[in-house]
């Protein structure tokens, strides 16, 4: 089947878009948008009974409206179960977002973000399911999952029940920006946090009987990339990428509440990246050393330390595929077809398909047009949402 046999209806997907975005749903708070999604599928022939949410918001530990929302549609041909997967949930900068169509694109009215992160791979499994349906195109067993809480932490993901997927042997996520995008392969996360319990003292009258929870991580955080843990990192046994995120005290209030005060406590948070776990958690281990001997440095009259309190965990793991692996393959096969030469991309960031391929499920990432993400500036590119569309629905009917 090529690009002009595909019998895609532009104006239809493109009414899924405006849709889909002009219906709020920020990370955590996705029931509504959800709501949406099962209206549009109904409304293109999936029965009721396809449609079901899964517990897994039970299990993340942030408050989420709802679970994962699955649909299964049967095959009208043998074949492996395809898996189609995209995330419900925008950044919080998308509140109050008003989409309009300006030429080829699609933007927000400037004062928020737009959303097609990933409102665009929302409609596109929606219209992938519109156009199997409507124009019989055979297909083998398909599960479409849209997640909950991807853009604060991949949670719905990372608590998926992969028994809930049905088999499926391999998954297009829709998250991306070019057609021509093909994203194998992300680097794994480990998140770092450290708690400084200073002591307070008069910062004029006894400066020296206090223990700056400050200047502990001030020193730590200089020490850190002196050493070269921030940023970007290359050692002989690995590379990656650090950032602190957050430099503060109490429940979001500042390290420290006046001038004169020497800061008793604060709290910082930050991250460790990189394409293999046992360096991020190196890139995390090179912070908590470098606490320590900050820890050591700040002393009162006495000689006494601060407590310090340093923790890290894996929030997410890597992976990478083979451009041997199947699913690869088919979606390689699947934009040479459409005349799409694909641009092989791991990823600095983390997706959905880090989990989904953790679950046992080979899953590459497609792209529908999104662009400048997370931004005001942030709009959708149309024609690559079209493209992004005709793959999805080439990906769904290709011949093993």
Same mark, same amino acid.
């Given at each position: 089947?090529?690009?002009?046999?595909?019998?895609?209806?532009? @104006?239809?997907?493109?009414?899924?878009?405006?849709?889909?975005?002009?219906?709020?749903?920020?990370?955590?708070?996705?029931?509504?948008?959800? @709501?949406?999604?099962?209206?549009?599928?109904?409304? %293109?022939?999936?029965?009721?009974?396809?449609?079901?949410?899964?517990?897994?918001?039970?299990?993340?530990?942030?408050?989420?409206?709802?679970?994962?929302?699955? %649909?299964?549609?049967?095959?009208?041909?043998?074949?492996?179960?395809?898996?189609?997967?995209?995330?419900?949930?925008?950044?919080?900068?998308?509140?109050?977002?008003?989409?309009?169509?300006?030429?080829?694109?699609?933007?927000?009215?400037?004062?928020?973000?737009?959303?097609?992160?990933?409102?665009?791979?929302?409609? %596109?499994?929606?219209?992938?399911?519109?156009?199997?349906?409507?124009?019989?195109?055979?297909?083998?067993?398909?599960?479409?999952?849209?997640?909950?809480?991807?853009?604060?932490?991949?949670?719905? @993901?990372?608590?998926?029940?992969?028994?809930?997927?049905?088999?499926?042997?391999?998954?297009?996520?829709?998250?991306?920006?070019?057609?021509?995008?093909?994203?194998?392969?992300?680097?794994?996360?480990?998140?770092?946090?450290?708690?400084?319990?200073?002591?307070?003292?008069?910062?004029?009258?006894?400066?020296?009987?206090?223990?700056?929870?400050?200047?502990?991580?001030?020193?730590?955080?200089?020490?850190?990339?002196?050493?070269?843990?921030?940023?970007?990192?290359?050692?002989?046994?690995?590379?990656?990428?650090?950032?602190?995120?957050?430099?503060?005290?109490?429940?979001?209030?500042?390290?420290?509440?006046?001038?004169?005060? %020497?800061?008793?406590?604060?709290?910082?948070?930050?991250?460790?990246?990189?394409?293999?776990?046992?360096?991020?958690?190196?890139?995390?281990?090179?912070?908590?050393?470098?606490?320590?001997?900050?820890? @050591?440095?700040?002393?009162?009259?006495?000689?006494?330390?601060?407590?310090?309190?340093?923790?890290?965990?894996?929030?997410?793991?890597?992976?990478?595929?083979?451009?041997?692996?199947?699913?690869?393959?088919?979606?390689?096969?699947?934009?040479?077809?459409?005349?799409?030469?694909?641009?092989?991309?791991?990823?600095?960031?983390?997706?959905?398909?880090?989990?989904?391929?953790?679950?046992?499920?080979?899953?590459?990432?497609?792209?529908?047009?999104?662009?400048?993400?997370?931004?005001?500036?942030?709009?959708?590119?149309?024609?690559?949402?079209?493209?992004?569309?005709?793959?999805?629905?080439?990906?769904?009917?290709?011949?093993?």
């Amino acid at each position: 089947m090529s690009s002009s046999q595909i019998p895609l209806n532009v @104006a239809a997907a493109e009414d899924h878009l405006m849709r889909f975005l002009s219906v709020e749903g920020v990370t955590g708070q996705e029931a509504n948008i959800a @709501a949406a999604v099962i209206d549009a599928l109904k409304a %293109v022939g999936v029965p009721e009974s396809a449609i079901r949410f899964d517990d897994a918001n039970s299990r993340i530990p942030l408050p989420t409206e709802t679970g994962n929302l699955i %649909v299964d549609l049967p095959g009208t041909r043998p074949g492996p179960r395809l898996l189609f997967s995209t995330h419900l949930d925008t950044v919080p900068l998308c509140a109050g977002v008003k989409p309009r169509r300006e030429g080829d694109r699609i933007v927000s009215d400037g004062t928020t973000a737009l959303g097609g992160d990933a409102r665009t791979g929302v409609a %596109v499994l929606v219209v992938v399911a519109e156009t199997l349906l409507k124009n019989k195109l055979p297909h083998p067993p398909i599960t479409l999952l849209f997640t909950v809480r991807e853009e604060s932490g991949l949670h719905g @993901a990372r608590e998926l029940n992969p028994a809930d997927l049905n088999g499926a042997v391999m998954c297009i996520n829709v998250d991306g920006q070019s057609a021509a995008d093909l994203i194998i392969g992300a680097v794994g996360q480990e998140n770092w946090e450290v708690e400084i319990i200073g002591r307070a003292s008069h910062a004029g009258v006894a400066p020296d009987k206090g223990i700056s929870a400050t200047m502990v991580g001030a020193i730590a955080l200089a020490e850190a990339r002196k050493e070269g843990w921030f940023g970007k990192i290359v050692k002989s046994d690995g590379r990656g990428t650090s950032n602190v995120g957050i430099f503060g005290g109490k429940g979001n209030t500042p390290a420290g509440d006046a001038t004169n005060v %020497v800061t008793d406590y604060a709290f910082i948070k930050g991250e460790a990246r990189s394409p293999e776990s046992s360096f991020a958690t190196k890139i995390a281990e090179g912070y908590k050393q470098a606490f320590a001997k900050a820890q @050591a440095e700040v002393t009162d009259h006495e000689g006494d330390t601060a407590k310090v309190t340093f923790s890290h965990k894996a929030s997410y793991p890597p992976f990478e595929l083979g451009k041997d692996t199947p699913i690869v393959k088919r979606a390689a096969k699947a934009m040479q077809i459409l005349g799409i030469e694909p641009v092989y991309i791991f990823s600095n960031g983390g997706l959905d398909a880090n989990w989904l391929d953790k679950h046992g499920v080979p899953t590459i990432t497609i792209g529908a047009g999104q662009a400048e993400i997370h931004t005001i500036k942030e709009y959708v590119n149309l024609t690559e949402f079209e493209k992004g569309c005709r793959l999805g629905v080439l990906l769904a009917t290709l011949d093993d």
